[in-house]
């Protein structure tokens, strides 16, 4: 699936069988992430609700879904999910008005592969797949908090596109909406 080879590194599309790793993925890297203030209950509930082995089922058997792993020693190290439909949230679809547009879901890799350029092929792959959908924008949502996570996105050309908010667990978040036109 990807031009983008990193060493010992195959990044490819996730099948039924990966759910497990993909959940495990997500459970190691999602806390990593979160804002500063977020509760490690309010971080569990996040996962058990939209991260869990059944939900990774959910997204792979969508056809509006795509999820993207890197594999690096036969072991997921990271994975991007891509929801290819309309904005459900308001305020998002006031600002991402292009359409067909494709939304980055979820990104992460895990600790031990960030700066070696994983993230880097999962993101050029993500906006490759979008872009094969027929995608015209691709965008995502990012804590305001966030700084690292935004200059690497600014660095595949995003740009932000306005604000929304993010719930974790029973806590509410700010996050920038961030764009990338093609």
Same mark, same amino acid.
């Given at each position: 699936? =990807? ?17 497990? /790793?993909?959940? %495990? ?24 609700? #939209? ?19 890197? &594999? !690096?020693? +036969? ?7 891509? #929801? ?8 998002? /679809? %006031? ?8 939304? &980055? =879901? ?5 600790? +031990?592969? !960030?700066? #070696? ?11 490759? %797949? %979008?872009?094969? =959908? +027929? ?9 305001? !908090? #966030? ?12 740009? &932000?596109? +306005? ?9 509410? !978040?700010?996050?920038? &909406? ?5």
């Amino acid at each position: 699936m =990807s031009d983008y080879p990193v060493i010992d590194t195959i990044i490819d599309r996730a099948g039924l069988d990966d759910a497990d /790793a993909l959940a %495990a993925v997500a459970a190691a890297t999602f806390p990593l992430a979160c804002p500063p203030g977020s509760t490690p209950a309010d971080e569990a509930a996040f996962i058990a609700a #939209n991260l869990s082995t059944d939900r990774f089922l959910d997204y792979l058997a969508d056809p509006a879904r795509v999820v993207i792993k890197a &594999v !690096h020693d +036969g072991q997921i190290v990271g994975y991007a999910l891509l #929801n290819m439909m309309e904005p459900a949230d308001p305020t998002v /679809a %006031a600002v991402i008005t292009e359409r067909p547009v494709t939304e &980055v =879901s979820k990104m992460y890799v895990l600790p +031990g592969q !960030h700066g #070696n350029g994983v993230a880097g092929a999962l993101m050029r792959t993500a906006l490759d %797949a %979008a872009r094969d =959908s +027929g995608s015209v924008a691709v965008w995502l949502g990012v804590n305001q !908090h #966030n700084a690292r996570a935004q200059r690497f996105y600014g660095k595949h050309g995003f740009e &932000v596109a +306005g604000t929304k908010t993010f719930t974790v667990g029973a806590q509410l !978040h700010h996050d920038y &909406v961030m764009r990338h036109r093609f």
